[in-house]
């Protein structure tokens, strides 16, 4: 079956370490999305990349960076530089940009402690 | 102001009950609404989206939206405690933005 595999599901690191959040996806979709999402604040977009191997800052990308080497492979790694790591993450693609039909991960909660 | 306002609740009610979720949005370009379902520690999932004004019907659910008032709703009929999740309303954003906005989404509790 077809989808977006996150992983882990939950991730505990250190604070002032580096982590990549992996997000793989066999949909064949060219746009890929990294959703972050905390308690009442809904989900802010971190990156978005339309194609492969083009990437933009969403809404909150301070402290993230990300790569799109590959289409199927969207992988987001949360620095040093975020001054509040500990959160619930998700991945999403759509067939193409300008969709509305995303199709999401089951997410990775990461801890940092 | 964000451009789509939803309430955050959240709701109780009981089984059987018609839920009515709602939202309102501030940018007249926007085309196309969706509506997205979250269960507890997972992704959310399509459930319903409308394009411009008019109803949708799925099933138990029915997704409405007045352009004139800029409001979207969502019907769930005949609620189920299977329904108990987060539901998130969001708008594909118009011109050159045409990426998705969010609601903050509204937390339903269906109890039997």
């Known amino acids: 079956d077809g989808g977006i595999t996150q992983s882990p599901k939950y991730l505990f690191r250190k604070e002032g370490q580096n982590v990549t959040l992996s997000c793989e996806q066999n949909l064949n979709h060219d746009a890929m999305y990294w959703y972050r999402q905390d308690p009442g604040q809904g989900l802010r977009l971190i990156y978005y990349?339309?194609?492969?191997?083009?990437?933009q800052k969403g809404d909150i990308a301070e402290g993230y960076s990300v790569s799109r080497e590959k289409k199927e492979s969207f992988p987001l790694t949360v620095t040093s530089a975020q001054k509040n790591p500990t959160a619930f993450y998700l991945c999403?693609?759509?067939?193409?940009?300008?969709?509305?039909?995303?199709?999401f991960g089951s997410g990775t909660r990461l801890t940092v402690v | 102001q964000k451009e789509v306002e939803q309430d955050p609740g959240p709701l109780s009610v009981p089984e059987g009950a018609i839920v009515s979720l709602n939202c309102t949005y501030s940018?007249?370009?926007?085309?196309?609404f969706m509506w997205y379902r979250q269960y507890s520690r997972k992704g959310p999932e399509l459930l319903m989206y409308t394009y411009s004004s008019g109803n949708k019907e799925d099933g138990r659910f029915t997704a409405q939206v007045d352009k004139s008032s800029k409001y979207i709703s969502l019907f769930i009929r005949d609620s189920q405690p299977s329904d108990s999740a987060t539901y998130l309303c969001a708008a594909l954003g118009a011109g050159n933005n045409r990426k998705l906005i969010w609601g903050l989404g509204t937390s339903l509790a269906v109890n039997p």
């Open positions: 990349s339309q194609i492969v191997n083009d990437f």
């Open positions: 940018n007249s370009a926007f085309q196309y």
């Open positions: 999403a693609s759509s067939k193409s940009w300008g969709t509305y039909g995303y199709t």
